[in-house]
């Protein structure tokens, strides 16, 4: 996908000639950020298709259209085409934005519009204009997954072959992980290396760059793999992929692969550690003389990502299990503030290397359950409207803020303790997402209708076991 192959139309249609594809497969992300797709056979695909598009029914996809105004259309960018490797026939995948047949314009609840218009907002801005974003998807892989529902009862359960729980499985197999020893061991105790290993292989072959992968910190089975930096749309998609290419990865070997929060309890839930910097051609203006090396622009980034951090939440935390993992005191960083090195702030700088080209902030908040469409997007807005408004993130705190005395550690603002106050702040401070139209009112308040009737309701009215249900998806 990355290596340009699929530049044009011209050469998406000559692969599917030349290559022999048997379907094509369109895909989009719906406003929650699950990915959506319906396959045509090759003779359904001509040059019209990638600028009239495709016809679909929009009333069936979550946040989208109502019965009465179904008809929409999927256009599909010939950049990102790829091979799915899951596939029994070969088939070429194109991920697709949204376009209303009416007005013949973008759909302003499309995901991916909604990215696009953010990097334009940017370079519209002069403050640069591009904007790289690195996220560090953490996820499980179970070997087991149990769950119902009924009028009188309701379960989950979960099992790995690693995690502690099996000591006593009858098989007489030592090399268990103790809940939050999951990091860096190598196997027999890490189960999952050459599944992860083939992971990174796919989405290498596809065109996604990887810098490494890992065990993560829980037992149970948790991973996590990196994706070299991207331009914000761009990554997104790869976001996408890379959800797309675990979870069948996963299945293939008879297990089932999750980017849900917090399925653990008592162990360490799932984040997903965006780094983000913005660049004015060939200069990163993120790095300078001040603290750990910023520039005044970087610093004002951050202000804007902390003033905005519960707003930011809503769409970044998306999940009423987000909120099982940000938890103050434990392992994910509720703390608003900002630090060097410091992984208990929300907004940390890396000092891996002095090179002013790898100066940027990594905001730690968020998690994988979120729309990454939505949520670089919206991470962008915030920090954008930091600069713009010269938002002073005030002094770093170079402490291990899980360790600061209960009075100082309240002197501290925190993350919001439920989904449905991180709404409430949506709600009230949105004013940076609607500048440049990049969010409109109207797909704020889509988005905000849809969690609080969809979700919230729904697990306010059943028991715990509901919620694992509910989330499993992601």
Not at 37 to 60: E, L, Q, W
Not at 129 to 140: R, S, V
Not at 432 to 450: C, K, N, P, Q, S
Not at 461 to 470: D, G, K, Q, S, W
Request: with cysteine.
């Amino acid at each position: 996908m990355s290596d340009n192959s699929y530049a044009s139309p011209d050469d998406v249609l000559r692969t599917i000639k030349d290559g022999e594809i048997a379907m094509i497969d369109l895909r989009f992300a719906d406003l929650p950020g699950l990915w959506q797709h319906f396959s045509v056979p090759p003779r359904a695909i001509n040059t019209d298709s990638f600028t009239n598009g495709i016809g679909f029914d929009g009333s069936s996809i979550r946040g989208f259209q109502e019965i009465q105004e179904s008809d929409m259309l999927v256009v599909p960018d010939p950049n990102t085409a790829f091979l799915d490797p899951f596939t029994e026939a070969p088939t070429l995948v194109l991920i697709c934005n949204i376009l209303d047949p009416v007005n013949a314009q973008p759909y302003s609840r499309d995901p991916r519009f909604i990215a696009q218009k953010a990097e334009t907002y940017l370079k519209a801005t002069g403050i640069g204009d591009t904007a790289y974003f690195g996220p560090e998807l953490e996820h499980f892989v179970f070997n087991e997954v149990h769950y119902d529902q009924g009028s009188n009862y309701g379960y989950y359960e979960i099992d790995a072959v690693e995690a502690n729980w099996k000591a006593r499985d009858g098989t007489g197999l030592g090399h268990k992980l103790r809940p939050k020893e999951g990091y860096f061991p190598v196997p027999p105790a890490d189960t999952l290396q050459d599944a992860r290993t083939l992971m990174v292989t796919l989405l290498e072959r596809i065109g996604i760059e990887v810098e490494a992968h890992h065990h993560e910190v829980a037992t149970g089975g948790q991973g996590e793999i990196d994706m070299r930096f991207a331009t914000l749309t761009r990554m997104a998609d790869s976001v996408m992929i890379y959800k797309y290419v675990v979870k069948n990865v996963a299945r293939s070997r008879g297990m089932t692969a999750t980017f849900m929060p917090k399925p653990l309890f008592g162990d360490n839930g799932s984040g997903m550690h965006v780094h983000q910097s913005i660049w004015q051609q060939d200069r990163p203006i993120f790095a300078g003389d001040g603290y750990a090396g910023s520039s005044e622009v970087m610093r004002y980034y951050i202000g804007g990502l902390l003033k905005h951090a519960p707003a930011l939440l809503a769409i970044c935390a998306p999940t009423v299990n987000s909120y099982r993992r940000l938890v103050p005191g434990f392992e994910a960083p509720v703390n608003l503030g900002y630090s060097r090195r410091n992984r208990s702030a929300a907004c940390r700088i890396p000092m891996y290397s002095l090179n002013p080209r790898s100066k940027r902030v990594e905001f730690r908040c968020p998690d994988p359950s979120c729309n990454p469409y939505l949520a670089f997007a919206a991470m962008l807005m915030a920090g954008l409207d930091g600069i713009r408004s010269r938002i002073d993130p005030g002094d770093p705190i170079d402490k291990n803020l899980y360790d600061l005395p209960p009075i100082e550690r309240a002197a501290v603002p925190s993350t919001p303790a439920s989904l449905g106050e991180a709404l409430d702040a949506l709600e009230a401070d949105r004013k940076f997402l609607l500048a440049g139209d990049v969010f409109t009112t109207d797909v704020v308040e889509t988005y905000v209708g849809y969690k609080r009737s969809h979700e919230i309701t729904e697990i306010r009215m059943r028991p715990h076991p509901y919620e694992f249900v509910l989330y499993y998806d992601v």
